[in-house]
């Protein structure tokens, strides 16, 4: 016997993956789009660009949205257990009267106060794209 090996004998599967790797292109040789795809793609980049930045000024102002409505929520989460705790020590009826009076005028003007902030930011948010952010329209 040789020293040298013999090739393997080739079996369908092996014909196949040989035929298979013969066939496929050369990726240095092949455009990676054609031309007609790369002229669209490059017509499309301002359309592509400014759709971009309405959606970064629409996640901006939906962020700002959320982040108000979380500072609302904890304020008022936190001024409602405070009022719990004044009816709580409440002495008599007239002075707890008067606690209850004081947390719902309260309560009340924070509501609309915050409704009125919320609806600015929202009709801020709706008057993009081209304009400045909401945050810069609304007073806090």
Same mark, same amino acid.
């Given at each position: %016997?040789?020293?040298?090996?013999?090739? *393997?004998?080739?079996?369908?599967?092996?014909?196949?993956?040989?035929?298979?790797?013969? $066939?496929?292109?050369?990726? =240095?040789?092949?455009?990676?789009? *054609?031309?007609? %795809?790369? $002229? +669209? #793609?490059?017509?499309?980049?301002?359309?592509?660009?400014?759709?971009?930045?309405?959606?970064?000024?629409? @996640? =901006?102002? %939906?962020?700002?949205?959320?982040?108000?409505?979380?500072?609302?929520?904890?304020?008022?989460?936190?001024?409602? $257990? /405070?009022?719990? %705790?004044?009816? $709580?020590?409440?002495? +008599?009826?007239? /002075?707890?009267?008067?606690?209850?009076?004081?947390?719902? /005028?309260?309560?009340?003007?924070?509501?609309?106060?915050? #409704?009125?902030?919320?609806?600015?930011? @929202? #009709?801020?948010?709706?008057?993009?794209?081209?304009?400045?952010?909401? +945050?810069?329209?609304?007073?806090?």
């Amino acid at each position: %016997m040789s020293d040298i090996e013999a090739a *393997p004998t080739p079996t369908p599967r092996r014909r196949k993956a040989a035929t298979a790797a013969a $066939a496929e292109p050369s990726l =240095s040789t092949e455009p990676s789009m *054609p031309a007609e %795809m790369s $002229a +669209s #793609a490059e017509a499309s980049a301002p359309t592509m660009a400014a759709g971009s930045q309405v959606m970064g000024q629409w @996640l =901006s102002g %939906m962020t700002e949205l959320s982040q108000e409505i979380a500072r609302f929520t904890q304020q008022r989460l936190q001024e409602d $257990a /405070e009022a719990w %705790m004044r009816l $709580a020590s409440c002495r +008599s009826v007239e /002075e707890a009267f008067a606690c209850q009076q004081h947390f719902a /005028e309260t309560a009340m003007k924070q509501y609309f106060d915050e #409704a009125t902030r919320l609806q600015q930011l @929202l #009709a801020g948010l709706a008057s993009w794209p081209g304009s400045a952010p909401p +945050s810069s329209r609304v007073a806090a």
